[in-house]
């Protein structure tokens, strides 16, 4: 051999010399029908990649042999023909086990059982046929093992399209308290080590990524490579299982892998049995390191292996994300860093990429006009972040509307701005003030907006969403609320899920079909509902961010909801100040108007949302005729909204038109 050659050189070198010495010895048996001892094994100098397949799949000289003698009917077309020769058969151009026995040394039957390594790790195929033999059943050596045993080392075709590697190479450091999650695993895996089946470590959590990022610390710290794959992407079917199992404990032993077993997305439920099930199956198979992600721990059984760790995997603390932005803002900038960590909730690539889009940190050192842009540019990047997720599954509102918008009781005012003031200040309170750490409840806000329809309280949402930056999403209750079970709970999860990042306010409009009370069990259709009502109210309260809940009744609420809701706040009906106020504010100020009279209009009983109505009615009235909007289109318009409500009309209530063309 080359003292210079590389690895791969030197492996195609012995393998062409052990072609050689297989054509050889085919030759000789053609020759001298029996056995010779003139070309004995001694002879056959070793296949680098064949020795080390040999002694980490547990082949016996005799079956090495046999892989090398199919091995090279793939890889030399003479040696077809040499087979042929040498069984004196010329239909029977391919190797078999019956040629094997002649042509090596110490032949051993056991090496057809289909619980040697030769079958069961399928490193040959045996195309047998009814009327043929097994001994004399043409073999053919696996693709992926002939191109292992040239120096190609790539995972099995069969199972490589569904799976996606997860980088351990060059990873960033981790916060500690995912540092410590990770130590804790990597302790459980070493205590395995040196034999036996490895474990399996059960990852759970909100966040995909964290929980990836940790598996391909501990997978990098034993010298694993990573592979990810969806639970959906596994087969069903049992021998469809079986097989692809086979190949995956085939590939971790000739490559050093791990698998990640991705059941995030997997929610309580009917549907889950079946992939609880094929997820068992699957982990009953293996017996190399193996991580399974879901969103608890209870969404799955992990099957029955006893080497099982279950590890909640959080987004870094409220702390860390803070240093993180400290690190890319600079410290000069920790009052923005404190509040993108208490609005928002991101793992540390998220605000990586956040930081990224908005330039920094190349622009960390802007001048004071240039920061602000910056600032500015950052806090849309990470609003925007969430717009993806939450855009599919609820109505994002822009809102239009600011304090001066509305009119309120002070009462219900001052609880606006108290929800606004704690959602702003929450880092402070929970974090710098300690109040986190004696607190087992959620760390989020709900509120209760309860009041007659149009009083306001889409209105209030919008004032507060305009107040804090934050996107306002109402949640389509028709595509909440399913009649199949357990599929209100997976539609609820995704949308809590995908508003964790804290990147919006979720606004429930008539929650009370959602958070109704739980009525007493007649049926399954009962029992069911009260399940959708108990997982609201776990989820409510675990929540993190601000959840607003609008209900006309809110008698209807279930009591044990109402009393985790930490504002309630009234919209009663409007009085005549109330109404005054709004119909000075109802036109805008490029509206024309003539002689209107607000204190007058105020008379009319109407709810904000009427007014609103009414006053741009009024405003096309005008536009049509061509003139500004005056008294007579106000009352026009308020005549066909009162009919529109049902509601009866006070004649007193309007001014007779001889009075309107006075004041006019």
Partial sequence: MNAGATPIQSNELALGAALAWLRDRLQRLAERPERSDDADAEDLVPVPTLVVLQQRLGLSDFE????????????????????????????????????????????????????????????????????????????????RIVDYVKGLNRLDERIAPALLPVATDGLQPLPPSQQSAADDLLAFVRRFEGGGPAP?????????????????????????????????????????????????????????????IDAHDVAPGESSEASAAVLGRVLDHLREL??????????????????????????????????????????????????????????????????????????RHADDADAGAVDAALWTACRQSAHSKMDLLSQR????????????????LSLLHQIVSQVALRRRVYGDWGFERKMSRGLGLSA???????????????????ALALDLYRIDLSAVISKYIGETEKNLQRIFDAAEDGGGILFFDEA???????????????????????????????????????TNLKGSLDSAFMRRLRF?????????????????????????????????????????????????????????????????????????????????????????????????
């Avoid at 193996?290 to 992990?302: E, S």
Wanted: with cysteine.
């Fill in 200 to 260: 399996t470590l059960q990852l759970t959590g909100i966040d995909s990524t964290s929980k990836q990022l940790v598996a391909g610390h501990v997978a990098a710290s034993v010298g694993l490579r990573l592979e990810r794959i969806g639970l959906a992407a596994l087969p069903t079917q049992g021998a469809d299982l079986d097989a692809w199992c086979r190949i995956w404990r085939r590939e971790c032993l000739l490559m050093p892998l791990a698998l990640y």
């Fill in 512 to 550: 009370d079909a959602l958070f109704g009370k739980r009525s007493e069990v007649r049926d399954s259709h009962d029992r069911y509902a009260n399940i959708e009502t108990n997982y609201l109210l776990q989820r409510i309260e675990a929540f993190r961010g601000l959840a607003i809940l609008a």
């Fill in 64 to 143: 090495r042999n046999v892989l090398l003698l199919c091995v090279a009917a793939a890889l030399d077309t003479r040696i077809g023909a040499l087979c042929a020769l040498a069984l004196g058969e010329a239909s029977r151009p391919s190797p078999s086990f019956a040629l094997a026995m002649v042509l090596f040394d110490d032949p051993a039957w056991e090496a057809l059982s289909p619980q040697r390594p030769l079958r069961y790790w399928h490193l040959v195929d045996v195309h047998a046929s009814g009327a043929t033999p097994l001994t004399m059943s043409p073999l053919r050596a696996d693709d």
């Fill in 290 to 363: 193996a991580f399974v992600a879901t969103r608890d721990a209870h969404a799955l059984g992990a099957g029955g292996r006893d080497a099982l760790l279950v590890m909640a995997i959080e987004r870094p603390t409220a702390t860390e994300q803070t240093q993180a932005w400290l690190d890319l803002l600079g410290p000069e900038r920790e009052a923005l860093a404190s509040r993108l960590a208490s609005q928002f909730n991101f793992n540390l690539p998220q605000i990586a990429s956040m930081a990224r889009s908005a330039g920094l940190p190349e622009r």
């Fill in 568 to 664: 309630v706040v009234p919209f009663t009906y409007p009085g005549p100040r109330e109404r005054a106020l709004m119909w000075q504010r109802a036109f805008p100020a490029d509206t024309p108007t003539e002689g209107l009279d607000p204190e007058q209009l105020a008379r009319l009983d109407c709810t904000g949302g009427s007014i609103h109505s009414i006053a741009l009615n009024a405003a096309f009235l005008a536009a049509h005729r061509g003139s500004p909007v005056t008294m007579e289109l106000v009352y026009l318009a308020a005549r066909s909204e009162l009919l529109k409500l049902g509601r009866p009309i006070n004649e007193a209530d309007f001014r007779p038109a001889a009075t309107q063309g006075a004041h006019a």
């Fill in 448 to 466: 209760l907006f309860h009041g007659e329809s149009g009083t306001g309280k889409t209105m209030a949402a919008e004032v507060i969403s305009h």
């Fill in 397 to 412: 509102i822009q809102p239009k509307v600011g304090w001066d918008d509305i009119v309120l009781p002070e009462d219900s």
